[in-house]
């Protein structure tokens, strides 16, 4: 903090230097015409040396409190005094604060006053009241001025530029909300104001000045609104469903529905056993170790015991036993895949979901998601692990990205804003699918779509369409979670949805009205 003396009449030229202190190096002006008292007090508060300043007063106790509040509440770079039109022991002044807060900095310039008066032992003192802090605490106990930040007007767009908000997308709510918190101060300018407020109450506070005019901004989505609007319509039939579509050849979320309420959005953020749909990272760890082909006789027995845990398959539609591991992928056959989890190396199924398929990284998507989680397990929990159960999670954001990781071949962190904005550390898996890998998984998937439990969601299609399906048992008294999840073209979806016996007809249903929109 620093300050100068301006006054008409003549000068003496002494130059002070203070030391740098609270507010940063402060120098002044020593003027004839400003008494002893007031030239020292501006010297100690421009210095940062309250306890000093306030002992120059008629009230040292009341002047380092306000003191004390002003600096803690007003955070300031420096200060400048500026002293004019003296008249004896009266001295009004000019203050220019200039004001830093949360990134937003600003100046501030008002007019003050104050009196000196000869104490009886002190000498000079200042006499003390609030408003030489600034006029506005004249009589206003227990009030102290307040810098405050306020976040700028924000609308969030569509890829199109098309408004979206709460009322015309409510499966968006939690998404539009995030957002704003988040990135409202990147895509605007937040004001800054002094507004005069209780210390110690709930008062009502009032606004001394301006200091920064924000500035709206605009924040631009990945969402299409197109794709958004059938989204919204086909999750609003299934109370708690979700759905994620997700472009495979850029990892932008096209479109993000739930019909669930609360400040969660279970779509990104939670987080739940998958069931069969996982059998998709599980058939990437066999085939890209050798362990089978497409074309490997795999049995698809009614049980399966693996280290003294017995394991049936998921009751589905077009389930049935198959010859291959394409038909025991067809079927979503959790008993082939437990007998096949002993075939991949310890550790083998969660490199492969981490380094291949980029789950547990750290996804900067531009809002809080949850990013799936597959453990290092053995024995039955292995087993259980490979057809998505026990202890691997993930949400439908999570099997979108699988799914889209396997039409492209390779992972592209998922995203809702532009990368710049959602983070400059976007998550990076550490290989690619190989070529050949990539293929059979797509084939796998078509066959499916074909011939297994994607088939009747597949129905009438004639695009390239590849899906997988499972079902998830939630526990005594909850319905299974339906999981389903498909590609058609450059456009990768994954739904969920709870519903006693149709849980996965629910989903595929939600699932095929948003490739059909999308192509």
């Keep these: 903090m620093r300050f100068t003396l301006r006054t008409t009449a003549f000068t003496l ?15 002044f002006i020593v003027s004839e015409d400003v008494p002893d008292a007031a030239e020292e007090f501006f010297a100690a508060w421009s210095g940062g040396d309250l306890d000093k300043a306030s002992k120059l007063t008629t009230d040292p106790h009341a002047a380092l409190l306000a003191l004390k509040a002003y600096k803690n509440h007003v955070p300031t770079t420096s200060v400048d005094f500026a002293a004019h039109d003296v008249q004896g022991q009266h001295v009004p002044f000019t203050v220019t604060a200039h004001v830093s807060a949360q990134d937003t900095a600003g100046s501030w310039a008002y007019e003050s006053q104050l009196d000196v008066r000869d104490e009886p032992r002190e000498g000079e003192r200042v006499v003390w009241k609030p408003s030489v802090i600034h006029p506005e605490l004249a009589g206003r106990t227990g009030y102290t001025l307040k810098a405050v930040t306020t976040a700028p007007e924000t609308a969030v767009l569509s890829r199109e ?37 209780p210390q110690f109450s709930d008062g009502e506070s009032t606004t001394v000045a301006h200091v920064v005019e924000g500035k709206p901004g605009t924040i631009r989505t990945t969402i299409d609104p197109a794709l958004q609007q ?37 779509a990104l953020e939670g987080v739940e056993a998958p069931g069969s749909v996982f059998e998709i990272v599980t058939a990437a760890a066999l085939l890209e170790q050798g362990a089978v082909s497409p074309t490997t006789a795999t049995p698809c027995p009614d049980q399966a015991t693996v280290a003294g845990t017995a394991f049936t398959n998921p009751e589905l539609k077009n389930g049935g036993a198959g010859g291959t591991f394409a038909d025991a992928f067809a079927a979503s056959c959790d008993t082939a895949f437990v007998r096949l989890a002993d075939e991949l190396a310890p550790g083998a199924l969660a490199k492969e979901a981490k380094e291949v398929f980029g789950l547990g990284l750290n996804w900067q998507a531009g809002i809080t998601t949850s990013d799936g989680a597959v453990p290092r397990l053995t024995g ?12 691997v999670r993930l949400n439908v954001l999570n099997l979108a990205s699988i799914t889209a990781t396997v039409r492209s071949g390779a992972f592209k962190q998922p995203r809702l804003v532009a990368a710049d904005m959602a983070g400059v550390d976007q998550a990076q898996a550490e290989r690619p699918l190989s070529g050949t890998v990539a293929r059979q998984l797509r084939a796998l998937m ?60 629910y989903a595929g249903a939600v699932s095929r009205a948003v490739l059909d929109a999308g192509n």
């Design 446 to 505: 078509n066959h499916h779509a074909s011939r297994g439990t994607g088939a009747p969601a597949k129905s009438g299609s004639d695009g390239a369409f590849g899906s997988m399906a499972g079902l998830a048992e939630r526990g005594t008294g909850h319905a299974a979670q339906g999981w389903f999840t498909a590609f058609d073209g450059d456009i990768a979806v994954a739904s969920a949805v709870s519903a006693r016996g149709e849980g996965v007809a």
């Design 161 to 197: 530029g098309t408004a979206l908000d709460k009322q015309d997308h409510p499966g968006l709510s939690q998404v539009i909300d995030q957002l704003k918190k988040r990135l409202a101060a990147q895509a605007g300018a937040p004001a800054l104001s002094i507004r005069l407020t």
């Design 230 to 266: 059938v989204a919204e319509a086909a999750v609003a039939e299934h109370p708690g469903a979700s759905v994620v579509a997700v472009q495979p050849s850029t990892g932008e979320v096209l479109t993000v529905a739930t019909s669930a309420n609360g400040e969660l959005n279970p």
């Design 380 to 391: 039955a929990d292995r087993a259980a692990a490979a057809v998505g159960r026990g202890e």
């Design 13 to 27: 030229a002494i130059t002070g230097a203070i030391a740098a202190g609270a507010y940063g190096t402060a120098s």
